[in-house]
């Protein structure tokens, strides 16, 4: 390595099999999943450790996910890459939607509509994505949620349907 050549950065993390909870679909309702995740009685799924989100909260029509913003989630810009955004902002959306569901109901999302609003980067602090159902029925469901940064600025939007659908229990 030469005096102008920066180290490598690396990075390592682990996390469970998620066939782990392929068991138990359909038999929590979403926000009994998901309460069981952030207790930790279930894993939570690996897009949770890939992408570094941290911490969540769940209640009914409503979830919370942080996520700091970190180097390996830039794009070529030197800001965080709008899939990583997009991610979040499905994550939050659907995961509210979930929270409405009873046991052997589950969701998909059919669309995902993302508006950038501003960038983000290390700079910008804990990034806080709330995802909020703004109409349930029973075959659809229309959620929305709003990225915002450290300084309460509004990084993202999106709004989301998802296609609610009956969840067989596995064996």
């Not at 990034?127 to 469901?141: D, K, S, Y």
Request: proline fraction near 7%.
């Amino acid at each position: 390595m030469t005096q102008t050549q920066e180290p490598t950065r690396s990075r390592t993390f682990s996390w469970s099999d998620p066939a782990a909870n392929s068991t138990e679909l359909g038999r929590r309702s979403g926000l009994e999943t998901l309460h069981a995740m952030l207790s930790g009685e279930l894993p939570p799924p690996p897009v949770m450790h890939l992408l570094d989100m941290s911490r969540m909260t769940a209640e009914e029509g409503r979830v919370t996910v942080e996520m700091v913003p970190q180097e390996f989630h830039y794009n070529p810009l030197g800001s965080v890459h709008g899939g990583i955004l997009s991610t979040l902002l499905d994550t939050a959306a659907g995961c509210a939607v979930h929270t409405t569901l009873p046991a052997g109901v589950g969701y998909t999302s059919l669309d995902l509509n993302v508006k950038f609003l501003r960038p983000a980067t290390v700079d910008s602090g804990t990034l806080v994505c709330v995802g909020t159902v703004l109409q349930r029925g029973r075959r659809t469901a229309l959620a929305e949620a709003r990225v915002t940064d450290a300084g309460s600025r509004l990084v993202a939007h999106a709004t989301s349907t998802c296609l609610i659908l009956p969840v067989t229990p596995t064996a």
